[in-house]
């Protein structure tokens, strides 16, 4: 049952938002239909919402459009200036979207060595390593 897996959270968020203690559903002067209704509705930055949705709690549909814009934006300037580089310049690397809460951390991969150009002290140092 929900109250028994989240009853820590739920009592906490009951006190925060509401003011009710959540032992008064067990004394008969909160009903079922009452607390389940306050349940459904309580705010996305309550102890429930985090211990139910984890770390996408805390992102609203603002947030993740934000992010989808940083992320467009991060694209076109890559774009500009991938186009307006010199033909002779090593290529620029794709922008990383921002992550997003539920997201796998992004490994980097290791840079390619550059076949024209030979390698410094510190480059080889650093392959070597």
Wanted: charged share 25%.
């Amino acid at each position: 049952m929900f109250v028994d897996e989240h009853a820590e959270a739920l009592e906490a968020d009951l006190l925060r938002f509401y003011g009710l203690d959540l032992l008064d559903w067990h004394r008969g002067r909160l009903s079922s239909r009452r607390l389940a209704v306050l349940i459904r509705q309580l705010p996305r930055e309550g102890a429930v919402a985090r211990e139910t949705e984890g770390e996408a709690a805390e992102w609203s549909v603002g947030d993740y459009l934000l992010a989808h814009v940083v992320d467009q934006l991060a694209q076109a300037n890559w774009m500009f200036a991938t186009v307006n580089q010199d033909e002779d310049a090593d290529p620029l690397g794709p922008p990383r979207p921002l992550p997003r809460p539920g997201d796998d951390p992004v490994e980097e991969p290791d840079p390619p060595l550059q076949a024209h150009s030979n390698p410094g002290p510190a480059e080889l140092a650093a392959f070597f390593t």
